[in-house]
């Protein structure tokens, strides 16, 4: 079976905003055996359903959402469900998982604190 | 000359919010040589100010602002220089550099395309 990975991120105003998520993307992509995207919850483009149809598009049967926030608040708990929600109404047979939030995950704390400590 | 790390967080209305940020700060005061506080922009406790007078009672003589923020906008544009300008502004003999943003940090972003690959 082939997943598509979607890395979810906040979004904003400032098109410069996005530059590390794309960069995070193209080393994803470079690692993943399926294909991978990109997605944003506002202000950027593309949206979570252009996401999910794109890597349906590219062959994707299932997907797993990689949160690429901090901490879940308010976005991880009530709009990436609800968007999921949307998502599968459409599509009911694609299975769409959600991973730990990037913050959340041991191994990305480890590394932020070896990073901070200037280890 | 003892150096102070001061994680600097966005901050949320949401307690549950701050725990992955607890977390790091433990982290990095497992491996940091000097103290380690953790401070927010917004919302929660302890301000930049207050994170800044404790690394200082802690015995700090410089302090490394490390934002933990994945990408720079205005918050580290504007707000964070502005903080840094005010607290030097009461003690002008205290050194405080501005580290890279973790998520433009070439090592983390390694480490959150690896486990959003699933390697």
Redesign the interface.
Known sequence: MTIG?L?F?HG?R?P??????E??LS??Q???AGP?ALAFLESMQPDFHEGITSLVASGAQAI?V?P???????HLRADLPELIAQAKAERPDLDISI?T?????Q?????????????
Chains 1, 2 share one sequence.
């Open positions: 990975i890395l991120a904003s400032d410069n905003w996005k530059r590390p998520f960069s995070i080393q994803t470079a690692q993943a991978v797993r990689v690429l926030f901090l901490a879940s608040g308010s991973a939030a990037i913050g959340e995950s191994v990305i704390q480890e590394s932020i604190a070896r990073y901070a400590a200037g280890c």
